[in-house]
């Protein structure tokens, strides 16, 4: 080679050096662009054929034979590496990478290690080729030169085999791709093919006189960069695209410019009346079971529902069409079919719920108007559906409860927890009638966008309260006064010098009259305790009222023997009427008593299977509670031959009901009855709302 040739050619190498080393820093400094499992592989291919390309370069500038050597084992670590790192890459690009196993990429490592290995040790051994021979001035000539052994022989027939095997392994990529991906795949191909040639004209045309592959990595390397910014190489990969494509459960379509099928993924072939391979090239319009949905999209429609017979099963699918963008110059579009049908069905049940409901369901706008009223307004309320939409909701209510509607309806809006209101509106035929409804906040909600009323008749319910109010007050008022009047007489009798027979009778009068006035006042009691309100659970330190009821009944009872085994605090969630609902089994245990010394003891603790609970036991040794009014006040129900005697009872059950506690009743040993309320701790997590889930054992 003379003096100008080598020059030339050492800046062809060098050339080629940069380029393929700028590949590397484009792929590496950009991976956010690029796919991350091509990536690292592409760019040790790049920088491998940089090493080999710049160290080969350098061999010829070296100005002793001992540099001249070192640049010569340099590029022989590239050049060695090459071909397997290239296979290694084309399998991660066609999407073959579950073969490289640990155990395989040590196998394919074992080739490259082994020859690297014997030609930095070659002088010692001289297994690849004699020293003289390896190491030239014109570089690694891997060709059969005097003196070449058999193991350089086999390393030019692997790389050989290897570079072949990694272009097919693309080239099979190339003929199941199409589009952007295709061309993709066939500049790499291209770029593949250019060392390979010139690999094979150095192997077979012996009069070369210098080595064409370490330049041919540059013209590669123009290819590479051209792909990448024109072309979005490494973008996306083909594998990546059909991974991507095979998961998705909805059925998706690529379409060309003409509307044909280009491709489509798995789904998408139960959904085509044809085998997908026959509906390529051919109008979507052919192959779909519903081409009128289709059409609509198409030509500009932003979705269109369709509905697919799958074998006697109705499936819904909304359609829904877009260009697939730059790649394809907005020539490709993307057909979409979202399967919907679980969507539809689920809808279909809830309407099925409300067009059956005897409750009134009414969707308003933020106005107050009308945009959805359920067929049960007819029957309900007699008025045609479709004649209410689009009018205010104010305008069936009435005119005194308007304002107090207006305004609740206005907190539904700007709130967004249920509103609850109870109000009159006007039936078609004239007369009024009471609803309760419960306002929720759904305009956010793109499916209602609205506020959903759900109303509920309740006039039936209103007007039998409101008979039980007035019997109530009635009962309570003239029993009060009648029985004044029957305690007078019965006095006045006692006073008078009578029989003592008659006076018997009197006695019988004034105890039966004092005991009904005692009841009247019960029940008032009962009456203005449950009727007052609740304020839902609340945390209460149930020691402290347990203690002060204590306290007042060892003042009014003195002869009793009152014992206590209490913590120095404990806090529950309940009703702030438990403190009634405990005094009153206090109580109960002392009046109805029939000891000389009656007893009763209260304890407080954590239930011994739950620390969630506490329990409150009251103990006596009177004649225990029969077992007739335990099984009546478990089932809620009275009879005329079962029954419990007296309210206490009834009382204390629905103050704990209340409290979503538990009350149940035991035998005391040897005599008598343990009362046990079971409340939530205040330390525990609970729902707090009336209505929660822990239920009385007496339900």
């Known amino acids: 080679m003379t003096g100008a040739g080598q020059s030339l050619y050492t800046y062809a190498l060098f050339a080629a050096g940069i380029l393929t080393g700028i590949v590397t820093l484009v792929v590496l400094g950009r991976f956010r662009l690029y796919s991350r499992r091509v990536r690292v592989p592409f760019a040790l291919l790049s920088l491998s054929g940089s090493i080999w390309s710049t160290a080969y370069g350098f061999m010829f500038l070296a100005p002793i034979p001992g540099a001249e050597l070192f640049y010569a084992r340099l590029a022989w670590i590239g050049a060695a590496a090459l071909p397997t790192i290239w296979l290694i890459f084309a399998l991660v690009y066609a999407g073959d990478d579950q073969l490289l196993t640990r155990r395989m990429l040590a196998f394919l490592s074992v080739e490259p290690g082994v020859a690297i290995a014997l030609a930095l040790t070659n002088e010692s051994h001289g297994l690849l080729a004699s020293p003289t021979e390896l190491w030239t001035s014109t570089g690694i000539e891997l060709t059969s030169v005097p003196g070449t052994g058999p193991l350089l022989i086999a390393h ?15 080239g099979k990529t190339y003929l199941r791709t199409s589009g952007v991906h295709r061309r993709q795949a066939g500049f790499l191909i291209l770029a593949g093919l250019v060392p390979l040639v010139a690999f094979a004209g150095e192997l077979f045309w012996r009069a070369m006189w210098v080595n064409p592959v370490p330049i041919s990595l540059g013209l590669s390397s123009i ?8 072309y979005q190489l490494f973008d996306i990969t083909p594998i990546a695209r059909d991974a991507i494509l095979s998961e998705m459960r909805d059925a998706v379509v690529i379409l060309d410019d003409h509307n044909r099928v280009v491709e489509s993924n798995g789904a998408a072939s139960d959904l085509l009346t044809q085998p997908v391979s026959e509906c390529i090239g051919q109008s979507i319009l052919e192959v779909v079971p519903t081409p009128t949905e289709v059409r609509a999209v198409l030509h500009g429609r932003d979705r269109a529902e369709a509905v697919v017979d799958d074998g006697g099963v109705r499936r819904y699918f909304e359609v829904r069409s877009e260009p697939l963008g730059e790649e394809s110059r907005n020539r490709a579009r993307l057909l979409v079919f979202y399967d919907v049908t679980e969507r539809r069905r689920t809808e279909e049940e809830f309407r099925a719920l409300i067009e059956n409901s005897r409750d ?14 359920s067929p049960s307004m007819t029957e309900v309320l007699g008025y045609p559906t479709e004649s209410l939409v689009g009018e205010r909701v104010l305008n ?23 509103v609850r209101a109870e109000f009159r509106i006007r039936h078609k035929n004239g007369t009024w009638r009471r609803f309760e409804t419960v306002g929720v906040n759904l305009l956010d909600d793109p499916a209602v966008n609205g506020i959903v009323l759900n109303s509920r008749d309740v006039t039936s319910r209103y007007r039998y309260e409101q008979r039980l109010r007035v019997l109530n007050r009635v009962l309570r008022h003239d029993l009060r006064n009648d029985m004044n009047v029957i305690l007078g007489h019965a006095d006045l009798l006692l006073e008078q010098r009578i029989p003592a027979e008659s006076k018997d009778h009197a006695r019988t009068i004034k105890r039966k009259a004092t005991s009904l006035v005692e009841l009247g006042e019960q029940t008032r009691h009962i009456d203005t305790t449950l009727n007052r309100g609740s304020t839902g659970l609340e945390s209460i330190e149930v020691v402290g009222r347990i203690e002060s009821q204590l306290d007042s009944i060892e003042s009014d009872y003195p002869s009793a023997i009152v014992q206590r085994d209490l913590p120095d605090e404990m806090w529950v969630y309940a009703d702030d009427l438990v403190e009634s609902a405990i005094k009153n089994l206090i109580d109960n245990a002392l009046e109805h008593n029939d ?26 040794n009177g004649p225990g509670v029969p077992d007739a009014e335990i099984s009546v006040l478990e089932s809620g129900i009275e009879t005329p031959l079962q029954h419990i005697s007296g309210l206490g009872l009834w009382l204390v059950h629905w103050i704990i009901d209340r409290s979503n506690g538990r009350l149940r009743f035991e035998e005391n040993e040897p005599r008598g009855t343990i009362a046990t309320i079971g409340l939530r701790r205040a330390d525990q997590t609970v729902s707090v ?5 822990v239920e009385s054992e007496t339900d």
């Open 360 to 373: 009134v369901i009414t969707v308003v706008d933020e106005d107050g108007v009308r945009k959805y009223t």
């Open 689 to 693: 709302s009336d209505g929660g889930t």
């Open 595 to 620: 000891r000389v010394i009656p007893e009763v003891s209260v304890t407080v603790e954590p239930t011994a299977t739950s620390s969630d609970f506490v329990e409150i036991h009251i103990a006596d």
């Open 223 to 230: 290819i590479v960069l051209w792909a990448l910014f024109q």
């Open 396 to 418: 069936l209510v009435h005119p005194d409860d308007r304002e107090r509607v207006k305004e609740r309806l206005g907190e539904a809006t700007d709130g967004d927890d249920p």
């Open 156 to 170: 030019i027939v692997y790389a050989a085999g290897i570079g072949i095997t990694g272009l097919s392994v693309i």
